[in-house]
C-alpha cells in the first residue's frame, strides 16, 4: 500500500523557536495533502488542506502566520510552527491522497513538544 | 456533511466478533460512509466505506441499514492489535478528495 511518512517523529523545541514538518509521500504523487492536530485523548482536528503550486486552506480559527505550510511538489508538504509556544504541544498528523484514490494515508505523526 | 454519532467506548473478547455501530441519522443520498481507526500514538488507517450496499473485505465488513441512517462495522474475530480507536465518517464523494472531519469516535479494547 501507499507510504506516508513524516519527519521528525518527535521534537522538543524552546519556546520562541519555529519548528518545520515535512511530510512525505514516499511511492505516490500527491496533489492534495492535509494537516491535522491532536491533542492527548482528543480527536483529530482538520488544520488545512495543502494543495500543491497553491496556497493551503486553512481550517476556521486556525492561524496561517503561526502554521506555515508549503506544498512545493507533488511529494513533499512541509509545516512550519513559528514562535511555537507551550499551548502548540500537539501530535501533528499529514495525510495524502493518491489520484483517483478512495482513501487517505496518514503518516505516523510528529509528536511537537514546546518548553 | 452529515454528523454521526458512536457510542464512546466498548469492549471485546478476543476471537469474537465486535460490532461497532455507527448513527447518521441525517446523511445524504450521495453521502459515503467511512471507517477509519487509530491504533495509540500512531496515523488513522482506512477500513472500509460504503454507500448503501453491504461491504467486505480483509479487514472488516460494513453493513448499512436500508435507510442509510445507521451501519455497523464488524470485525469478524478481533485480536489485541484491533486495540484502537474506530472513527465513522460520512462524506460526500466516492473517491477520498475532500476533507474528513473526525468526530469522538469509538475506543474498542479488546481483552484476552
Known amino acids: 500500500g501507499a507510504v506516508v511518512s513524516q519527519h521528525p517523529s518527535w521534537v522538543i523545541c524552546k519556546s520562541g523557536t519555529s519548528v518545520k514538518i515535512e511530510c512525505r509521500s514516499l511511492d505516490f504523487q500527491a496533489t492534495t495533502m492535509f494537516w491535522y492536530r491532536q491533542f492527548p485523548k482528543q480527536s483529530l482536528m482538520l488544520m488545512a488542506t495543502s494543495n500543491e503550486g497553491s496556497k493551503a486552506t486553512y481550517e476556521q480559527g486556525v492561524e496561517k502566520d503561526k502554521f506555515l505550510i508549503n506544498h512545493a511538489s507533488l511529494t513533499l508538504s512541509t509545516l512550519t510552527v513559528t514562535s511555537a509556544h507551550p499551548e502548540d504541544s500537539s501530535f501533528y498528523i499529514c495525510?495524502?491522497?493518491?489520484?483517483?484514490?478512495?482513501?487517505?494515508?496518514f503518516g505516523p505523526g510528529t509528536r511537537l513538544t514546546v518548553t | 456533511d452529515a454528523k454521526t454519532t458512536q457510542p464512546p467506548s466498548m469492549d471485546c473478547a478476543e476471537g469474537r466478533a465486535a460490532n461497532l455501530p455507527c448513527n447518521h441519522s441525517t446523511i445524504s443520498g450521495n453521502e459515503y460512509v467511512y471507517w477509519y481507526r487509530q491504533i495509540h500514538s500512531q496515523g488513522p488507517q482506512y477500513i472500509i466505506h460504503g454507500l448503501k450496499n453491504n461491504e467486505t473485505n480483509e479487514m472488516a465488513s460494513l453493513i448499512i441499514t436500508e435507510d442509510r441512517k445507521s451501519s455497523t462495522l464488524i470485525l469478524p474475530h478481533a485480536t489485541l492489535r484491533d486495540t484502537a480507536v474506530y472513527y465513522c465518517?460520512?462524506?460526500?464523494?466516492?473517491?477520498?478528495?475532500?476533507?474528513?472531519?473526525f468526530g469522538t469516535g469509538t475506543r474498542l479494547q479488546v481483552f484476552p
Open positions: 465518517i460520512v462524506r460526500v464523494g466516492k473517491y477520498d478528495t475532500d476533507k474528513l472531519i
Open positions: 495525510s495524502a491522497i493518491p489520484d483517483r484514490a478512495y482513501e487517505q494515508y
